[in-house]
């Protein structure tokens, strides 16, 4: 795209919030960027007020004592209260008279049947896979389900492993976890066998819910046998997975285990309705998701019930102007295998009571307006995506959109990386009309919710910056001494308080949550440590933050969040590999691209009659892409004799960057490599 650093850093555009009624919204909930400071500023002048009234938008078993406990890292959130998640999406709401209202709305990708125009005979329409469920029938599915897994000798505290597509089946799973007490880890069924194996053996979990397969790009993702892989791998180790609840979707053929498996609807079918939502202390684990950090192995992130449920509860209905019985369609693209689909797929959205959709399939099956189509037919009002998406869009063509009737849109929501000025300026124009507001909500899977975006009646926009805190949030840009920096200083992302969404852990290991997270900042005053975001941002004259990308070894491909080091684990397991270093390269429709530098084995080559060549960059790609999944797939492979490093061994990564960003100059002092001749031989090497 376009976009350049020196082109981002003069962005000077600003959009101004329009009025409510201007786009069809009885009211704001904050409705000026006066209202924001001032709520801001009392959220943090007096934070038990702002975060107690936040979780009274919750229906609460038992009420709270205290709003916080925090002795740093450790935060407690409305300690002895205790409360449901499923009861706060499902029950409440046909409990308050709003059974037979519609919860979730869901499309299929097939097309199930063309069928001849009554008109004409000549015209063919699609058939369209669509169910509506409506809270009462989500009630009835998650107490089934949740008595099935009982069954199964599921208790308050286990936690099920879900591997499924996007089909209402998969929220009633998440949500029936929850409902008993017991707590969900989510898989993107995009990842492979191995992935299920690391993840379930951390999380020691027994059950798995899955499905024949799913649907996607007209393609069948054939989950279940990934399962069935990956439990032959488990049953090697002591965590031994006991049930398979199988989904029948796809109607595929399957490998059975007899006594393992046992299909959703028999599970379904045989259980009682009757399954009151356990209470659960607002400290209880909501669940777990597994997320890359800078290490190879991927950490459980662990979110409690009440903090968790109060904060996306909050953000949702700030950031998207949500509103009940208003005819609103929520509808947020993002699977819920990642913390999007977990936070505003599901718990912000249902919470509030506002129909959220759910679509299963790709943006381009089976053309590439599927997306517009679907705005157009479901009268979607607020639709949330990500930058990746916006720019394959923009690529394909502004005549998709504009087949269709957006006139439905008020806000367009925009997450997983940062958004270049060119592709915002798309999405306000081509499906916004220039008259919805664009939230660039930054967050991640560890804050749980947005801690950094507009609200749409309240703040001025600037095309590429999320701009300002989330009330109740104290965010700053320091410099390593936990300095707040000057405006238009770059320097490192932080949260200076606990807030209700936090993480509360890695699970199982004390340590890498308490380093990776609570180490590096504290407070020059207090010495209290700050949260850090491992993201590098820099703030402007107004106060608004433009976040600058990662500052570990984590690389963000396509708003997925992937570890250099997963992506060289998977190289080296290669047996021609000798040494693998991967970094970000800068990719037109991925933001960040994947280029791995590979170091083969001479004795594999020969013995072997291979030699360097493209087929066996192709070989490689392909393994990485089998023993993750595709997202991880390098974009590109570079052979070198050697990786440079310096004297002390370390890979010097920087210059890394710099070769696969085809910089010509290289800028790092090379004073310190190892061998000077690899930065020659590299950049003969380059594509
Ligand atoms: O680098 C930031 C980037 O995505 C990272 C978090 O990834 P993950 O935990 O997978 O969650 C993604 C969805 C919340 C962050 O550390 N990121 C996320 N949103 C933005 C962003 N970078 C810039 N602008 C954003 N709006």
């Not at 709520?39 to 609460?60: I, V």
């Not at 379930?200 to 979990?205: R, Y």
């Not at 970000?584 to 991925?590: A, Q, Y």
């Amino acid at each position: 795209m376009a976009d350049t650093i020196e082109s981002v850093l003069n962005e000077s555009r600003v959009f101004q919030p329009v009025p409510a009624a201007q786009l069809r919204f009885s009211h704001w909930h904050v409705p000026s960027l006066d209202v924001y400071k001032a709520l801001h500023a009392k959220s943090l002048a007096d934070p038990d007020t702002f975060w107690a009234d936040a979780a009274n938008h919750l229906a609460w078993f038992k009420p709270w004592s205290r709003v916080l406990d925090w002795n740093p890292p450790d935060a407690q959130w409305f300690v002895g209260g205790s409360l449901n998640a499923c009861y706060n999406c499902v029950d409440r709401h046909v409990e308050s008279g709003h059974g037979e209202d519609v919860g979730l709305i869901w499309e299929g990708e097939p097309l199930s049947r063309r069928t001849a125009h009554p008109a004409t005979g000549s015209h063919y329409a699609p058939m369209h896979e669509l169910r509506w469920l409506r809270y009462r029938e989500l009630q009835q599915q998650t107490a089934r389900l949740g008595n099935a897994l009982k069954a199964m000798g599921v208790k308050k505290g286990d936690v099920v492993t879900i591997y499924m597509p996007m089909v209402p089946e998969l929220v009633i799973a998440v949500l029936a976890c929850a409902r008993i007490g017991a707590a969900h880890s989510v898989i993107f069924g995009g990842f492979a066998p191995q992935a299920i194996v690391e993840r379930v053996t951390d999380a020691k979990s027994r059950v798995i819910i899955t499905a024949d397969g799913g649907f996607r790009r007209g393609e069948i993702v054939e989950l279940k046998k990934n399962v069935d892989e990956a439990c032959e791998t488990l049953a090697t180790t002591p965590t031994k997975v006991t049930n398979v609840i199988v989904l029948q979707r796809t109607g595929s053929r399957i490998d059975w285990r007899p006594g393992r498996d046992v299909w959703w609807h028999d599970a379904v079918e045989a259980a009682s309705a009757d399954c009151p939502c356990e209470p659960m202390d607002s400290e209880d684990m909501l669940f777990l998701l597994y997320t890359s950090g800078s290490t190879g192995k991927p950490k459980g992130i662990l979110h409690t019930t009440g903090g968790y449920l109060t904060f996306v509860n909050l953000t949702a209905r700030l950031t998207f102007n949500l509103i009940p019985d208003a005819g609103q369609v929520f509808w947020c693209t993002a699977d819920v295998g990642w913390v999007t689909g977990h936070s505003y797929v599901i718990y912000g959205v249902m919470s509030n009571r506002v129909p959220t959709l759910l679509y299963e399939g790709a943006p381009n099956f089976p053309a590439n307006d599927r997306f517009w189509d679907i705005v157009a037919r479901h009268r979607v009002t607020q639709l949330y995506t990500a930058p990746t998406a916006i720019r394959t869009f923009m690529k394909w063509g502004d005549d998709h959109p504009a087949k269709h009737n957006l006139s439905t849109l008020r806000v367009l929501g925009t997450v997983g990386e940062p958004i270049n000025p060119e592709a915002w300026m798309w999405y306000h124009t081509h499906i916004g009309g220039g008259r919805c507001p664009v939230v660039d909500t930054y967050w991640q899977t560890e804050t749980g919710g947005h801690v950094v975006t507009p609200l749409p009646g309240a703040t001025p926009t600037k095309p590429g910056s999320c701009t300002l805190p989330m009330l109740g949030i104290d965010a700053a840009v320091v410099n390593e001494q936990g300095e707040e920096l000057p405006p238009n200083q770059g320097g490192l992302f932080a949260i200076r308080r606990p807030w209700p969404g936090m993480l509360r852990g890695v699970f199982g290991d004390r340590d890498r949550f308490v380093k990776t997270y609570w180490s590096r900042l504290k407070d020059p005053a207090t010495g209290q440590p700050f949260y850090f975001a491992a993201d590098g941002a820099r703030r402007d004259q107004d106060g608004y933050f433009w976040v600058m990308g990662r500052v570990d070894d984590v690389i963000n491909v396509s708003g997925h969040r992937l570890g250099t080091m997963e992506v060289e684990s998977a190289l080296v397991s290669h047996p021609g590999v000798a040494e693998a270093a991967v970094v970000g390269m800068p990719h037109d429709l991925k933001g960040t691209g994947i280029c791995a530098f590979v170091t083969l084995k001479p004795a594999w080559l020969k013995a072997n009659a291979r030699t360097p060549d493209d087929a066996l960059k192709k070989e490689l790609a392909a393994h990485v892409a089998k023993e993750i999944g595709p997202i991880a797939r390098p974009d590109s492979v570079r052979f070198a004799e050697g990786l440079p490093k310096t004297r002390s061994g370390k890979i010097m990564r920087r210059l890394l960057r710099d070769v696969a960003a085809g910089v010509e100059k290289i800028t790092q002092d090379t004073t310190t490599l190892e061998d000077f001749s690899v930065v020659a031989k590299l950049r003969a090497d380059e594509e």
